[in-house]
């Protein structure tokens, strides 16, 4: 039988909305003598979740709110949910940088928390010093730093300049010798909060083999903070999905993850003929619609393994016209990475309407972009109607929608750091002895 | 059952006033170590002159007050040499003040490193008031080297005892705690109150009129005055101080208890609220 690390009971937080602390003394003293009166704090009541979209009615927030979950030894567990749902909160109520507002944690074995890497680094200090600065805030004391010392330094790479001040250092080495010693820390609970978003590839690659090791081979427990899905699909059994200060899924981290997909799509991923701006209109055509649909319907984030389908709606206001319908997918710096039109030669399949003379009316074309064939980043999509092929005289919608593609984690099975490139798509490989 | 196991951390959203928790402290005392270290370091990294300023501060500070307060003002010394006499005070002042102000910006000044990992806060209060002694160290030592020069050159009789070895560290201590005690306390409400700091800042320079550094307070003559200044704790302290080591001034036994039992207060007051504090103060600052 696993025994519990760390149990969550009832924990919520509440935070005040605009200025700084009390705004009087007097209510200062209200709130003083209610809690010596055993009341309730007189301000709370009118507290209300956590949810920027609407903007609050009072002045109050909370920003989680009854949360419970228990962690067994040994276990990673993953939290993932949109920015602003109460992640950061609780990894800070976890490792003791605020306290709650009521509620309890239980703790057994010592916490170290990597919410940023590099705490508490001093640039005057050398790198030498800096890792035993950093080890002792952390909590570590002087013999253990060092009998590890040898290894920091061996992992972090930044052997030849252990002994200059680390304000010389490049941003890459400062993070590789921060992440170094917090890694050897060798707590039994380890609570990272999306460091991982730092160093370059092979670096990430090197921390979460770590974290993989002190996870798996030294049995020490994981919180782990990311949007990095794949690292969390990997690295996590379970996970809980937060919304709003609130615990909205758990289990099984495949599961979480497909919950929280299914929760970020929400609105956009559609323009209607209002919001559509042309920059340039053909007199016989305009938009109607122009929209991306996923698995779940329309959205603006997709999952890599997901099929794409960009469906435009116009209408043909002058009869006997021909109509070109076609898209751009640009890049989130506006560079274009494809172009597509439904010519016959360039597509999969035939559409029957091409090169035909429309009537009036109001039609729909759609294509489909592929799954596996894009990075997780963002794109854009233009659109653009035109009546010959020679995309003359165009109506043009440039950038009208924009989308997000998230990394399920499916082509990070071996790699996990980032990817590089604006389109990740699976290509054949192969090797063959030749002596 | 799970009731019964055993948790090594438990987090609440309010603990008793006056769990003190030194135990854990304690358990970071490495960590102490090292911001001592840091701020020595930091602070004198690329002078020229490095700790050597530690020396020219208090030189010309008393050369300053001896040319204010005695060349025009022509205040009382007690008839100690001047430069022992402004120098003994200026020592003692300087460390009370810096450490007192240093402890006060705690929570500000700290806030980034307070806002990511845990530690117990009261390590930083306590690492400041030590790495303060230790320019204060450099400063009583160059002291005794002028003292002795005086000694020798009979202007001032030797009258130190086996006791002033235990008082003169006793004094010292007391003055450490006391400004700590002080720190804490301004630190923890200017966490919610900015407008302290700017209080704090002028304040501790009218202080320190309030205490014997630039006269000897055998010429307080008004009765209502001289009960008003001895509610300074650092009043007698400083004056015990000259009283031991110059022979001179005044010494008086219920005054340094008050000191002592001020100290005390204040130091157990200001860890209480800085504990209170040091919870929840990252969602105020």
Known sequence: ?435 | MKDKEKWDILIKPNSNLFEFRLNEVWKYKYLIAMFVKRDFISVYKQTILGPLWFLLQPVFTTLTYLLIFKNIAHLSTDNIPPVLFYMSGILFWNYFSTSFLKTADTFTTNAGVFGKVYFPRLTVPIATIISTFISFGIQLFFFLIIYVYYVTIGEVHFTLGYSSIIIIPFLIVLMAILSMGMGTIISAMTTKYRDLRFLITFGIQLLMYATPVVYPMSIVTDSKIKLLLYLNPMTSIIETFRYIVLGAGTYSLPALLYSFVATCIIAVLGIAIFNKVEKNFMDTI
């Open chain 1, 1 to 435: 039988m696993s025994r519990v690390a760390i149990q969550v009971e009832n924990i919520s937080k509440m935070y005040r909305l605009g200025s700084i602390g009390s705004k009087t003394i007097s209510e200062d003293l209200n709130r003083t003598f209610a809690r010596i009166l055993g009341k309730k704090d007189p301000y709370a009541q009118i507290g209300q979740l956590n949810d920027r979209l609407s903007a609050a009615h009072s002045d109050f927030v909370w920003s989680l709110k009854d949360i419970n979950f228990e962690v067994n030894q040994g276990d990673a567990l993953g939290i993932i949910g949109k920015n602003g749902a109460g992640k950061s909160t609780l990894l800070k109520i976890l490792s003791r940088v605020t306290g709650p507002t009521t509620g309890s944690i239980k703790i057994k074995g010592r916490v170290a928390s990597l919410l940023e890497v590099g705490t508490g680094f001093h640039p005057d200090l050398s790198g030498r010093d800096n890792i035993f600065m950093n080890g002792a805030i952390l909590g570590m004391n002087r013999a253990e730093i060092r009998a590890r010392f040898d290894e920091i330094v061996e992992f972090s790479g930044v052997g030849n300049y252990i002994d200059t001040p680390v304000k010389r250092y490049s941003s890459g080495m400062y993070v590789r010798l921060a992440f170094a010693v917090a890694a050897h820390l060798e707590p039994d609970i380890l609570i990272v909060d999306e460091v991982l978003a730092v160093g370059d590839a092979e670096f990430q690659k090197k921390c979460l083999g770590k974290m993989q090791d002190v996870n798996k081979k030294d049995g020490r427990t994981i919180l782990f903070v990311s949007h990095n899905m794949a690292a969390i699909n990997n690295f996590c059994r379970t996970s809980i999905l937060m919304e709003k200060g609130a615990i909205v899924g758990s289990g099984l981290t495949r599961d979480v993850v497909n919950t929280y997909f299914s929760s970020v799509k929400t609105n956009g991923g559609e323009a209607l003929e209002k919001d559509i701006l042309v920059s340039s209109q053909n007199d016989s055509l305009k938009f109607k619609r122009v929209a991306l649909v996923g698995n779940a319907g329309v959205s603006n984030t997709f999952g890599l393994d997901e099929d794409i389908v960009c469906e435009i709606e116009y209408e043909v206001i002058k009869s006997n016209t021909k109509v070109v319908p076609s898209i751009q997918l640009l890049d989130k710096y506006g560079e274009c990475i494809l172009a597509t039109f439904n010519a016959p030669s360039s597509t999969i399949g035939i559409d029957r309407y091409f090169g035909e003379i429309q009537p009036q009316g109001v039609y729909k074309t759609q294509c489909v972009l592929p799954k596996h064939l894009l990075n997780d980043t963002q794109y854009f999509i233009s659109a653009y109607l035109s009546s010959d092929i020679n995309f003359s005289d165009m109506t043009a919608a440039p950038e009208v929608l924009s989308f997000q593609m998230i990394d399920t984690g499916e082509m990070k099975q071996e790699y996990t750091g980032n990817w590089n490139g604006q389109i990740r798509p699976k290509i054949k490989w192969s090797t063959i002895q030749l002596s």
